[in-house]
């Protein structure tokens, strides 16, 4: 007799186990969905972001980092490191100072911390550079994805 805590395990795949073309067809349904089937600049943010983490991050260990601050951290180093890649012409200090705002605005939504309206108006610029940064991180992936995985 299976465990079906096991059976069921083994039967979900990994982020590193997805194969690219599942990978591409995930963050095109998330663009889908951003693009046609929500208004709300907040929701729309979560999910720009959460493209970057679903292809650059990956879980640390609980024991020795604080997770959300690891996250944080190679949501930016590697996020960065792409974008300034695709296109050397960009400031990759201005990159990496855009993306620690952007993640932080991420985590004030997430988190569920209060958004003045004023704040939120300026979610529409970080709208506007996730649409770009995403476009860079996709051309690496799809020029080197063992390097961008």
Known sequence: M?????KKSNSKKSNREQTPKEKLLFVGNLLRVILHETYDT???LLLLVSIIEF????NPNFDRFNVEDSISKQFTLKAATLIYLNDKQRSLEKIRDDLKVIYAQRSNIAHGNYISQEEEEGYLNSLQLLYVYI???LEEYLIDRNFVS
């Open 2 to 6: 299976v465990d079906k805590n096991v």
């Open 42 to 44: 907040k929701v729309k």
């Open 55 to 58: 292809l650059l991050t990956r």
């Open 135 to 137: 476009k860079a991180i």
